[in-house]
């Protein structure tokens, strides 16, 4: 009897472990869209559980890609359509499939502005050696729920946005580089009130030797 309890506390143990393990990795998992940004494109990752999707776009998209749950990558069957300025893709999965809808859109700048047509969760990762926060420089708007920095770049995550993400982006030397240019136009500038001052004071002293001799004249 005393080995059967043993063996069912070890079995509980067990199982408390396990589902402590599952909700973890749940916790780790962003079930939202990802953009990517580099200097010339954004990549996008979108969750995808369905058949047929619709997408409609600013941007045309390019290097459209399904990467399964099971990690392999394949072409999408879609339809194109562009209207009203908006660029729509019916894609055809010929069945339920469940993954990662991958495609790039042009981008350029370090000003990034998602307008979105609901509120869901979404990431944005900048271009690695630039970062946000800086209200000179540029911020993220609205405040991101979660910042994350790392080699690869600096994650920004919404849980619920709203309808408008805005990410003013520069590169992490850049303040240091902002405190030097108005470091330099300090100086200048107390150089510059030095010779002014300077300036009138030989004219002062030019004006006042103009008028002895004038007077010795006299």
């Given amino acids: 009897m005393k080995d059967l309890s043993l063996l069912k506390m070890k079995i509980a143990i067990l199982a408390f472990a396990m589902l402590a393990f599952v909700c973890l990795s749940q916790a ?6 990802i953009y990517r940004l580099s200097s010339t494109q954004v990549q ?51 069945g339920n499939v469940t993954g990662d809808l991958v495609y790039t859109i042009p981008y350029q700048g370090q000003q990034f502005i998602l ?28 405040q991101p729920d979660q910042i994350m920095a790392d080699k690869n770049g600096t994650e920004l ?16 030397n850049a303040p240091d580089t902002l405190k030097k240019i108005f470091a ?11 010779e002014y001052y300077a300036s009138i004071k030989r004219l002062r002293a030019i004006s006042r030797e103009a008028e002895k001799k004038a007077k010795g004249r006299v």
């Fill in 28 to 33: 780790g998992e962003f079930n939202g869209t």
């Fill in 44 to 94: 996008v990752t979108q969750p995808v559980n369905a058949s047929i999707y619709n997408l409609t776009l600013h941007e045309k998209a390019g290097d459209l890609v399904f990467i399964g749950s099971d990690g392999l990558e394949t072409a999408v069957n879609s339809s194109y359509s562009y209207w009203a300025g908006e660029h729509k893709y019916k894609i055809d999965f010929g």
């Fill in 115 to 142: 307008p979105l047509k609901e509120s869901h969760p979404v990431k944005v990762i900048l271009p690695p050696g630039y970062t946000t926060g800086d209200h000179i420089l540029g911020i993220a708007k609205p």
């Fill in 157 to 172: 995550t919404w849980n619920n946005p709203g309808l408008i993400i805005d990410v003013g982006y520069y590169q992490e």
């Fill in 184 to 194: 330099l136009l300090a100086v200048m500038a107390v150089i510059v009130l030095i």
